[in-house]
């Protein structure tokens, strides 16, 4: 008598909770956000018994902030913000071409002194300087080829001035398609598509960004 009871107290909780996901679509929303989390949640657990750690990396995308630190904490510091931010930009474009993945997903924009990642933009903002610890990022982020990129793209470009870099970036083909017809010093927050940049750096001859001899 106890189970059967039990059983209709069940039933009457499935059947109020589906008339509360038909009445509101918000509830509705986050009940299955909340299904597909404790999914996913479940699957990523069991792949990760199973793997090396290098594998487990390779499951969680990097943040640019990540990126970010990793260059502060290997280069002169500190750095400027502008310079920073293209070095950002050339290891993601990079990675594209090289590794065949980008290292984090977060975009650039057309900004009128060159690529501009909005989010790392937001932990720099009002400052000329940055120093390593500054950014929100963590090094431990990145797996090994992804260091090795970073390390190739900063023995190349990380010798250049910040004006240099911005210079660079206006006379390649995704910062100034992404302009588009905006006139020089406009504000403009077009995206650089990650398709931009890895079409247009795959196609620059071998030397083009000689980091690495290896590369």
């Known amino acids: 008598m106890h189970k059967i009871l039990e059983a209709i107290v069940w039933a009457f909780r499935i059947r109020s909770l589906i008339r509360t996901l038909n009445d509101n679509s918000d509830s509705k929303r986050r009940f299955f956000v909340w299904r597909k989390y404790r999914f996913d949640n479940r699957l990523f657990s069991k792949q990760k018994q199973n793997m090396s750690l290098d594998k487990r990396y390779d499951l969680i995308m990097a943040r640019v902030n990540d990126v970010a630190e990793y260059i ?4 002169a510091s500190p ?10 930009y050339y290891s993601q474009a990079w990675s594209l071409v090289w590794d ?9 924009q057309a900004w009128k002194n060159g690529p501009v990642c909005p989010d790392l933009y937001a932990e720099h903002r ?50 100034r398609e992404a302009r588009g017809d905006h006139e020089d010093g406009a504000r403009c927050m077009n995206i650089i598509s990650q398709a931009a940049m890895a079409e247009y750096y795959s196609a620059l001859p071998p030397d083009a960004a000689n980091c690495n001899s290896s590369l």
């Open 72 to 75: 502060l904490q290997n280069s």
């Open 79 to 88: 750095m400027s913000a502008m310079k920073l931010q293209k070095l950002c």
């Open 100 to 108: 065949d993945a980008p290292l984090f997903q977060e975009a650039f």
């Open 126 to 175: 009002g400052q000329f300087a940055v120093e390593a610890g500054e950014v929100n990022g963590k090094i431990s982020a990145l797996n090994p080829t992804q260091r090795e990129t970073i390390d190739a793209v900063l023995k190349y470009y990380g010798k250049h001035s910040a004006q240099w870099l911005s210079d660079l970036t206006h006379a390649e083909d995704p910062w």
